[in-house]
């Protein structure tokens, strides 16, 4: 950075070369004159000439400005905003078109946000998250306000699935005892109780069919009032039965009563019961009977889960294991219920696990807000990064789980009782804990085009919904009520691309790819709806965007040096030559 620079009249150049030939010349008439007080006229012909030269070259000298500008949003901190300009009176104060208050603060509207540069100081609730574009480039600073009470996170990615227990996970912040029910047309389908604070909550509903449902989560305080209710929308798929495979050596009450399970969700079972070497008993349910001797890679195609325990696991052959273990790199699901506290190191080979004894043959466990203690294998599996715990006991052990092998997965339980529930008319606690297990390992359908939305909701009208297709068919031509909208492939992966729209009215909306038969559904909320969860997305992704390592930034300026002050030095010295001889 130049320290000063020159807007001259002339080539600066040639003005410092007029000038020092200026000097010469009447310093050497100072000097001819013999006149007292020449020292004194000599620095007088110096100031005059520079003085001239200056105004001349016009300098600017460069200063570093505070760019720093405050921008308030709702629910700003007034003591924060005090303490921010006490320290930086210069700075700009904006505030958006809809926050009240700050008299002295300049509006600004969302379009006007790519306007702003330097070290932006936000105040409040922050900005939705698309708005964020437009503060690339600048430094930072989030003052958020106190959270908003509501919900303040909702996983809405699960596959959700008609004749089957559903579940709902978020996060709720209470400022008092809440009562949170999920109804639909008036009737409650579950409800929770809340206390203050943050906590997790689930909540459950079966539906009896497919289709684009907006139940209603509503919020009561202690006394019974509705406090909210929020428009929840879930999009149900229809119940895609499976081709199960169990493979035992002998039926217990167990494999009877999850035969007794599964069959009555339609799904295709074939079960292999071993009499003797290389002699088998089969069962068929929902499917064409075959012959199922020895287990093969072809055939194994043929199925999504497999379901055995430890000591059938060990009783195949390690051909038939070694098929099994293809297979599951193909996309094949297995479940193995370890059933024995020493199971057989090909079993442990298998699953890729390492297992430790320990003295507890039971486990607590949560399902359906419910703790329950049931028996479990007295092991505890090893846990490492490539494993994914699916139930966990309240000591954080891993009681069902699985490891990611190719394009299938490899899963583990500690369960082999779980007929006692459904025993003791805990139906619903074992259709849960089941169901959840079966979608999380069986394979999951090969679709041509993947769609994932990568807008978090809720989504308002007028506002950016962007998705991301992976394919490696061709190109997606994607249809949003029969409008194409343009897609742009990744700049280093191939087959991903990108895409991105403006929503359109409140409600149930859907986006179609013209080269598949599938229909990608999402929901548009209304303005005003889900509050507390817009909130916490968006201040989420304020302090995601804030870098504390990148300097503050500071706006260079030119600056002139006042032209005013090289003329009264040019008349003073002018003068003193002029007052000197009559001296």
Not at 184 to 189: A, V
Not at 560 to 570: C, K, N
């Amino acid at each position: 950075m130049k320290a000063f620079e020159f807007n001259a009249l002339l080539p600066p150049v040639w003005i410092v070369a007029i000038a020092t030939l200026a000097i010469i010349v009447f310093v050497w008439l100072e000097i001819a004159r013999k006149q007292r007080l020449l020292p004194l006229r000599l620095v007088a012909v110096f100031i005059a000439i520079g003085a001239l030269a200056c105004l001349a070259l016009n300098p600017h000298h460069s200063v570093e400005k505070s760019s720093d500008i405050i921008l308030l949003t709702a629910h700003y901190n007034n003591e924060t905003l005090d303490s921010l300009v006490s320290a930086n009176s210069a700075a700009q104060v904006y505030k958006l078109a809809d926050v009240a208050g700050a008299p002295n603060a300049t509006p600004i509207n969302y379009r006007e946000l790519n306007g702003l540069r330097g070290n932006i100081h936000v105040l409040g609730q922050g900005l939705p998250e698309y708005m964020l574009d437009y503060l690339e480039g600048t430094t930072l600073h989030f003052y958020p306000a106190n959270p908003s009470a509501g919900i303040t996170g909702l996983d809405l990615t699960r596959v959700y699935t008609a004749n089957r227990v559903n579940t709902l996970d978020g996060t709720y912040y209470a400022t008092g005892n809440r009562i949170l029910k999920l109804q639909t047309g008036g009737i409650t389908l579950d409800s929770v109780l809340l206390k203050k604070g943050v906590q997790r909550f689930r909540v459950s509903f079966a539906p009896k069919a497919a289709g684009q449902y907006v139940y209603t989560l509503t919020e009561n305080d202690s006394l019974g009032n509705v406090l909210t209710r929020e428009p929840l929308p879930v999009d149900v798929k229809p119940q895609q039965p499976l081709s199960i495979l169990l493979l035992h050596n002998f039926p217990t009450a167990e494999i009877r009563f999850l035969k007794n399970y599964l069959e009555t969700q339609q799904h295709k079972l074939t079960l292999r019961y071993t009499i003797s070497k290389d002699r088998y008993r089969t069962e068929f349910v929902n499917t064409k009977q075959e012959t199922i001797n020895r287990l093969t890679e072809p055939m194994l195609k043929n199925y999504d889960l497999v379901i055995t325990d430890a000591s059938s696991l060990a009783s195949l052959s390690g051909q038939e294991r070694n098929a099994i273990e293809r297979a599951i790199a193909s996309g094949l699901g297995i479940l193995t219920v370890i059933d024995s506290p020493a199971p057989a190191t090909a079993v442990l080979k298998f699953l890729q696990r390492t297992v430790s004894n320990i003295k507890s043959d039971s486990a607590s466990i949560t399902i359906n807000h419910t703790r329950l203690k049931v028996p479990a294998t007295s092991v505890s599996v090893a846990s490492d990064e490539r494993q994914t715990s699916l139930l966990e006991d309240t000591n954080g052990r891993a009681v069902s789980g699985y490891v990611q092998h190719g394009f299938g997965k490899n899963g583990f339980s500690l369960l082999s009782n779980t007929f006692t529930f459904q025993l003791s008319g805990q139906a619903e606690t074992y259709a849960t804990l089941w169901s959840d297990m079966i979608s999380a390992l069986a394979r999951k359908e090969q679709k041509p085009y993947d769609l994932a939305w990568l807008t978090s909701f809720p989504v308002y009208p007028d506002e950016p919904i962007e998705f991301q297709i992976t394919s490696a068919s061709e190109k997606p031509s994607v249809l949003i009520d029969s409008v194409e909208v343009p897609v742009s492939e990744h700049s280093l992966v191939h087959h991903v691309w990108y895409g991105k729209f403006w929503a359109g009215r409140a409600g149930w909306n859907s986006l179609t790819i013209r080269q598949s038969t599938d229909t990608y559904n999402f929901f548009v909320s209304q303005p005003g709806e889900w509050n507390s969860l817009r909130v916490a997305h968006q201040q989420k992704a304020m302090q995601k965007m804030i870098s504390a390592q990148r300097d503050e930034q500071k706006e260079v300026v030119r600056q002139a040096i006042p032209r005013a002050l090289f003329f009264v030095l040019f008349v003073l010295a002018a003068g003193f030559l002029w007052l000197a001889p009559k001296l």
